[in-house]
């Protein structure tokens, strides 16, 4: 396993990212609300340094997926506050394909929020396969497996303070 990003640099770019989002919304009320389960440990130190009156949520999407795989995308909005009227962010671990964050800013839609943007702590670079991007990211990075500060593999590692890119032999065949 490899580190990408310390734990220091990982706070430096949700700092920055709180403030990009701060100054965008000047102190009007927003709800937060998480994708779970990969959004958590951003969720924690985001809503910690938005300066906003914030309202936080959470939303659940799970793809099925057994390690790296990725499968069909069930959403479930059961946990989620209500949405209508309000100026909603949409915050989650990381745009891949941004199939997951398309789908789930789809369903939010429908439910007439008075606007609705995402962020994400980590956008790979050349692997989106839709027509949205995230308003925020925290940071780009190349096309490889990533693990820690929320992310799993095969529901290890999220508790890991820094970001780590695992190497092809620790990356079951079975799972790719
Ligand atoms: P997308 O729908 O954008 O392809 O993928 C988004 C979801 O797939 C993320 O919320 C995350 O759960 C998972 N995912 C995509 N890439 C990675 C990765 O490099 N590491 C981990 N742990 N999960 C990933
Ligand atoms: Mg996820």
């Given amino acids: 396993m490899k580190t990408l990003l310390s734990a220091d640099d990982l706070r430096t770019g949700v700092v920055s990212m709180a403030d990009r989002i701060n100054r965008s919304q000047a102190g009007k009320p927003l709800t937060v609300i998480g994708v779970l389960t990969g959004s958590l440990v951003l969720l924690a130190d985001l809503i910690r340094l938005?300066?906003?009156?914030?309202?936080?949520?959470?939303v659940q999407a799970s793809s099925y997926r057994e390690?790296?795989?990725r499968g069909p995308l069930t959403i479930n909005v059961?946990?989620?506050?209500?949405?209508?009227?309000?100026?909603v962010l949409l915050v989650d671990d990381i745009f891949d394909t941004g199939h997951t964050l398309s789908e789930v800013m789809g369903l939010m839609?429908?439910?007439?929020?008075a606007s609705i943007r995402s962020?994400?702590?980590?956008?790979?670079v050349g692997c989106s396969q839709v027509d949205v991007e995230p308003d925020f990211a925290a940071f780009d990075i190349p096309d490889v497996f990533v693990?820690?500060?929320?992310?799993?593999y095969c529901d290890a590692y999220?508790?890991?303070p820094?970001?780590?890119a695992l190497e092809p032999g620790e990356i079951s065949r079975d799972s790719e």
């Fill in 50 to 58: 938005l300066d906003m009156p914030s309202r936080v949520g959470v």
């Fill in 67 to 69: 390690g790296i795989k």
């Fill in 78 to 87: 059961e946990l989620m506050p209500k949405i209508a009227t309000r100026d």
């Fill in 109 to 113: 839609k429908r439910l007439q929020p």
């Fill in 119 to 124: 962020c994400v702590l980590l956008r790979k």
């Fill in 147 to 152: 693990v820690g500060y929320g992310l799993d």
């Fill in 158 to 160: 999220r508790n890991l």
């Fill in 162 to 164: 820094y970001l780590a």
